[in-house]
């Protein structure tokens, strides 16, 4: 296993490869992670990091001019975000032979807005129900998947599809947010203003209170600013009834 150190990176073989992109070969080096790629200098279009060990696809510096990655067999499993920050202008990744599980495992590249051409042969998620319509979806810039091109009807049926599941989960969300679960806190409605006659209603009927209880939850009131419930002449209806129902929201 060898890190990838500036000794090693300024070591390594560098060409300019068929398709006229100056690169940068790490391949065969056992490499565990990505690092110290600010000693390219941004120099490479290209960099191949085929056949090494690496878990996770993350740990560049600001490298606008790369433009293509080579990452098979490596043991990749997750992929970081924000790569749009550190290299903006990637264009093809191959990610062949990688341990890529789930199909979100990939989401984090459709912040790459040129990226045209993927690969993911030999990857779990490539055995997935869906998955070039989901990779399509996700990825509406490619044009190239797995070395194959993406035709006008894949583009469609992905869109029917999740559309219509993106659709159906809003739905789904909405109903349950509608929906009372026993035990939450109800929110209240907020409580009526006090008019100055409201107050000086709620003041006789204090007076007038035939017990301490009823006096006591009448004065609360109007600390609050809540109107009770009371009768024409004044009093607090139901004041027969030790002072319960005492409050009209």
Same mark, same amino acid.
């Given at each position: ?18 398709? /006229? ?6 391949? %065969?080096? !056992? ?6 790629? /600010?000693?390219?200098? +941004? ?9 090494? %060990?690496?878990? #996770? ?9 790369? #433009? ?5 067999? +490596? ?14 202008? @990637? ?20 912040? @790459?807005?040129?990226?045209? =051409? ?18 399509? =979806? ?21 869109? &029917?599809?999740? &559309?219509? *599941?993106?659709?159906?989960?809003? *739905?789904? *969300? ?21 008019? !100055? ?9 204090? #007076?007038?209170?035939? $017990? @301490?209880?009823?006096?006591? #939850? ?6 609050? /600013? =809540? ?11 139901? $004041? ?10």
């Amino acid at each position: 296993m060898v890190r990838l150190t500036p000794e090693v990176i300024e070591n390594a073989p560098q060409y300019l490869n068929p398709v /006229g992109q100056y690169e940068l070969c790490l391949r %065969d080096l !056992k490499i565990p992670l990505i690092e110290n790629l /600010g000693a390219t200098l +941004n120099q490479f279009d290209t960099l191949d990091l085929t056949n090494n %060990d690496l878990r #996770k696809l993350d740990g560049f510096p600001f490298l606008p001019k790369i #433009k293509t990655l080579y990452l098979s067999n +490596n043991r990749i499993t997750s992929i970081a975000q924000n790569l749009e920050e550190y290299i903006p202008n @990637l264009d093809t990744v191959i990610l062949n032979n990688n341990s890529l599980q789930n199909l979100a495992d990939i989401d984090p590249l459709s912040t @790459l807005p040129k990226l045209a =051409h993927v690969s993911f042969i030999g990857n779990p998620i490539a055995m997935t129900k869906d998955y070039r319509l989901y990779i399509i =979806h996700m990825l509406p810039n490619l044009r190239t998947l797995d070395f194959n091109r993406i035709t006008n009807k894949e583009r469609e049926s992905a869109s &029917k599809i999740y &559309k219509s *599941k993106s659709s159906k989960k809003n *739905k789904k *969300k909405q109903n349950q947010t509608n929906t009372f679960v026993p035990g939450e806190q109800l929110t209240q409605r907020p409580a009526s203003r006090l008019t !100055k006659k409201d107050a000086e209603a709620i003041k006789k009927a204090i #007076k007038e209170a035939k $017990s @301490l209880e009823e006096m006591e #939850k009448l004065t609360a009131m109007l600390q609050a /600013g =809540h109107m009770p419930n009371l009768n024409n002449d004044g009093n607090n209806a139901n $004041s027969n009834t030790s002072g319960t129902n005492l409050m009209e929201i």
